[in-house]
C-alpha cells in the first residue's frame, strides 16, 4: 500500500523561484527519503531524514519532518528548468527493514 | 562502471505469454527490489529480496514471480497470471544497513 501522499499533485513555477512540496504519512516511521524521476527514467536519491530529526540541508533543498503532525516538506530553493521532474517521497519502517513506501509524487514544471 | 542494468528498455509481448525482465547489478548490494509504476502513480513493491536465495512478497506479487540465485541479478517473470501487465518496471538496490536505494533505469512492458 502506498504510504505517503504528496500535495500538490502538480505544480508550476518561473526559474528562480522556490519550490516547496508536502509529504503526508500515515504510520509510524523511521526514516522518509525524497527522490526525482525525470520522465522515462529511473528514481535518484535526493535526501533522507530520520525520524530524530526535524530539518536537513543538501545544496539547494531543504526537508523538514514534523512527526507529531506525520508530514514533511521539500523545499527546493531558486528552481531552475533542470529541476522539472516528478517528486516522490518515500518511508521506512523499523518494522521492515528496507522497504520504502512511496506516494505518488508532485510534478514539478520550471519554466524558463 | 557501477551501476545497475536493466534489460531491455521497452519490451511487446502479446497476451498470455509469460516475459522475463533482467535486473543486473555490480555495486555489491544485499538488498534488491521490484517496483511497479503505472501512469501519474508512484511505486509499488512486488517483491523484494535481502539476500541469495530468498525473497519476500510486497505489496502486489500476484501474477510475478523472481528468482536470486546470484547476488548480482534479481529476474522478473510477468505470468499470463497478471492481469494488466502493462507498466513500467523498476528495479532497486541498497546496501547493508543503508536506507537509501539506488535505482535502474526501467524497463517498459507493454502487452497487447
Known amino acids: 500500500s502506498q504510504q505517503g501522499e504528496e500535495d500538490p499533485q502538480a505544480l508550476s513555477i518561473q526559474e528562480g523561484e522556490n519550490a516547496t512540496m508536502n509529504c503526508s504519512y500515515k504510520?509510524?516511521?523511521?526514516?522518509l527519503q525524497w527522490y526525482r524521476q525525470n520522465s522515462g527514467r529511473g528514481l535518484v536519491h535526493l535526501i533522507l531524514i530520520r525520524s530524530n530529526e526535524r530539518e536537513k540541508h543538501s545544496g539547494r533543498l531543504r526537508v523538514t519532518l514534523d512527526t507529531s503532525k506525520k508530514s514533511s516538506s521539500l523545499l527546493i530553493t531558486a528552481s531552475r528548468a533542470a529541476d522539472t521532474a516528478s517528486y516522490f517521497c518515500a518511508t521506512g519502517r523499523g518494522s521492515t527493514l528496507g522497504r520504502l513506501y512511496f506516494g505518488r509524487g508532485t510534478q514539478l514544471t520550471v519554466w524558463p | 562502471d557501477g551501476g545497475i542494468t536493466q534489460s531491455p528498455k521497452y519490451l511487446f509481448r502479446k497476451e498470455g505469454q509469460n516475459v522475463t525482465l533482467s535486473c543486473e547489478q555490480n555495486?555489491?548490494?544485499?538488498?534488491m527490489y521490484w517496483y511497479r509504476q503505472d501512469p501519474g502513480q508512484g511505486l509499488r513493491l512486488i517483491y523484494y529480496?535481502?539476500?541469495?536465495?530468498?525473497?519476500q512478497k510486497g505489496d502486489i506479487a500476484e501474477g510475478y514471480s523472481v528468482s536470486r540465485e546470484k547476488k548480482e541479478s534479481f529476474p522478473l517473470t510477468v505470468t499470463s497470471a497478471q492481469k494488466n501487465p502493462t507498466a513500467f518496471y523498476l528495479c532497486?538496490?541498497?546496501?547493508?544497513?543503508?536506507?537509501?536505494?539506488?535505482f535502474g533505469p526501467g524497463t517498459r512492458l507493454t502487452v497487447t
Open positions: 532497486a538496490t541498497t546496501q547493508g544497513s543503508r536506507l537509501e536505494q539506488y
Open positions: 504510520t509510524s516511521i523511521n526514516n
Open positions: 529480496s535481502q539476500i541469495v536465495n530468498d525473497f
Open positions: 555495486l555489491n548490494h544485499d538488498a
